[in-house]
Nanobody
Framework: QVQVVESGGGLVQAGGSLRLSCAASGRTVSTYAMGWFRQAPGKEREFVAA????????SYADSVKGRFTISRVNGQNTVFLQMNSLKPEDTAVYHC???????????????WGQGTQVTVSS
């Protein structure tokens, strides 16, 4: 079993930065790909970023490319999402997820955290 817990959300002004953290626990979690997804009010959950188990491969949604950076520290089973130049449209609940295969597709991820709220004011 893998458990995933996010932290680091909050309220920030447009143009500001936040760093989200995701702590994963479980015997084989270091071999899992990790992803970030977000869900804004009234919208479906969408892909934000993903990173392979080795950290070598990363993917980003077009809407965050160049502003967000995903990284991981395998020895600590921790994944980060550095978010810069935040916009009001980035406001959402951000979820971290773990899966056996590196993917941008939500259903490929098996384990999900409860999410952390990010609010960007204009």
């Amino acid at each position: 079993q893998v458990q995933v817990v996010e932290s680091g959300g909050g309220l920030v002004q447009a143009g500001g930065s936040l760093r989200l953290s995701c702590a994963a626990s479980g015997r084989t979690v270091s071999t899992y790909a990790m992803g970030w997804f977000r869900q804004a009010p009234g919208k479906e959950r969408e892909f934000v970023a993903a990173i392979s188990w080795s950290g070598i491969s990363t993917s980003y949604a077009d809407s965050v490319k160049g502003r967000f950076t995903i990284s991981r520290v395998n020895g600590q089973n921790t994944v980060f999402l550095q978010m810069n130049s935040l916009k009001p449209e980035d406001t959402a609940v951000y979820h971290c997820a773990a899966g056996r295969d590196y993917s941008v597709i939500e259903r490929e991820y098996d384990y999900w955290g409860q999410g952390t709220q990010v609010t960007v004011s204009s």
